[in-house]
Nanobody, 120 residues
Framework: EVELVESGGGLVQPGGSLRLSCAAS????????MSWVRQAPGKGFEWVSS????????NYADSVKGRFTISRDNAKNTLYLQLNSLTTEDTAMYLC?????????????RGQGTQVTVSS
């Protein structure tokens, strides 16, 4: 059974940073593209970033490009998202997803998410 467990969220001031983690199990993580998506209150899912199995191909949504960095450690079956220069617009539940996501498409399964709140 696929399991994705996110952690690392929290309350941060504008301009601050966080590092999110997603622990994966139940499938061959090292052979699987992974993605981060987010969902703000009352809104649909928004694709954030995707990374292929070998970290050779990475894409970011324009809204986070230059501020967020996706990475993975295949030895630890863990996906990461470094969030820098956070703004209130980044407040959302952040979820990792198994598969390659892009604008308008969010794959399943997904984890339960970790909440990121940016507020002064």
């Amino acid at each position: 059974e696929v399991e994705l467990v996110e952690s690392g969220g929290g309350l941060v001031q504008p301009g601050g940073s966080l590092r999110l983690s997603c622990a994966a199990s139940g499938f061959t993580f090292s052979s699987t593209s992974m993605s981060w998506v987010r969902q703000a209150p009352g809104k649909g899912f928004e694709w954030v970033s995707s990374i292929d199995s070998g970290s050779g191909r990475i894409n970011y949504a324009d809204s986070v490009k230059g501020r967020f960095t996706i990475s993975r450690d295949n030895a630890k079956n863990t996906l990461y998202l470094q969030l820098n220069s956070l703004t209130t617009e980044d407040t959302a539940m952040y979820l990792c997803a198994k598969g390659w996501a892009y604008s308008g498409y969010v794959p399943s399964p997904r984890g339960q998410g970790t909440q990121v709140t940016v507020s002064s």
